[in-house]
């Protein structure tokens, strides 16, 4: 049976600074407009009115804004929050705003397993609506159709070994079937004890200082997908 490649985003196919220097700072400025223009909108109010329940039943959007982009200097994985971004993305994506940096040898290495048949899936802690977002407009071209699969938080935390357990249920294969690539060790060991096998990603261009020796808690190290060998 031929290994499934499960892979995750920041730090691993694309750059760490993309989402906190392009994507985050985006959404936080152009949040008060986006409110003022869609606020009104069912898919949008939905969300706002979310956070103002939750926080006593705010009455102003403003103060809705205010809240959302505090939420955002704090880095909070909250659903209402990353539902908004995606919305915001998606319109930045489609005006042209910015593309997703996708690493050269990531794209390459992608578009060549899916042509040699291996079936792809992502796992990030973003939602699946900005994985696909970032896949379809990356710098490289639309490498959405690469990926059979797409998991976020809604399965589990990233760090959680049962996490990786419901996805190779999801996804009819056994655990040792699949390759888990990933920039985060908590992660990568997370995976292993779930029987998935590990790469850990060790870019320069986000890790200056290499992780090697015990630092790579034993899993297999590289620093580009074009080292990665996903068979046993």
Aim: with cysteine; charged share 30%; proline share 3%.
């Amino acid at each position: 049976m031929k290994t499934i490649i499960l892979t995750d985003i920041e730090g691993t196919t694309s750059s760490i600074s993309f989402v906190k220097d392009v994507l985050f700072p985006y959404a936080r400025r152009e949040l008060p407009r986006f409110v003022h223009e869609h606020g009104h909108e069912p898919d949008v109010r939905h969300w706002l009115d979310v956070v103002a329940v939750e926080h006593g039943s705010i009455c102003s959007d403003d103060v809705i804004v205010e809240t959302l982009q505090g939420w955002i200097d704090q880095d909070r994985k909250h659903t209402a929050l990353k539902a908004l971004q995606g919305m915001l993305w998606r319109e930045g994506y489609e005006r042209g705003d910015y593309r997703a940096h996708v690493y050269p040898d990531a794209a390459e290495m992608l578009q060549r397993w899916h042509e040699a048949g291996y079936s792809l899936a992502v796992y990030s802690s973003g939602s699946v609506a900005a994985q696909k977002l970032l896949f379809h407009y990356s710098e490289a071209g639309d490498l959405q159709p690469v990926f059979s699969a797409w998991f976020d938080t809604e399965v589990g935390h990233k760090r959680s070994a049962d996490s990786y357990r419901l996805i190779a249920d999801s996804l009819s294969h056994r655990p040792e079937d699949i390759v888990f690539l990933s920039d985060v060790i908590e992660e990568l060991d997370a995976a292993r004890e779930a029987g998935l096998r590990t790469v850990m990603l060790d870019r320069r261009e986000d890790y200056p200082q290499p992780r090697t020796g015990e630092a790579t808690h034993g899993h297999v190290r590289v620093e580009s997908f074009a080292d990665i060998n996903v068979d046993r």
